[in-house]
């Protein structure tokens, strides 16, 4: 799984987070499930924080809403960001 946040001109890409960073893999037993897309979102979070990125409009890519996706959101708000 990854997630990128990209400046508002689509220019350049500010932090990213995915499963296969040393950081996300040291907390994840499997990368294709729910526990993973919930460190994602929360590593990103903290990512962004550090680069001064507190609020981003959240595109799914035409995923539903639920599942790894609502994890990967949920972990990301309940570290600070607004989505």
Do not use: C, W
Request: net charge positive.
């Amino acid at each position: 799984m990854y997630a990128q946040i990209i400046a508002p001109n689509g220019s350049q890409v500010i932090t990213s987070a995915s499963t296969l960073d040393k950081e996300v893999k040291a907390q994840i037993k499997y990368s294709g499930n729910i526990a993973a897309a919930t460190v994602v979102g929360k590593i990103l979070a903290e990512r962004a924080k550090k680069a001064g990125v507190t609020k981003v409009a959240f595109d799914r890519s035409g995923f539903k809403y639920h599942g790894r996706i609502k994890a990967l959101a949920d972990a990301a708000r309940e570290q600070g960001m607004e989505l």
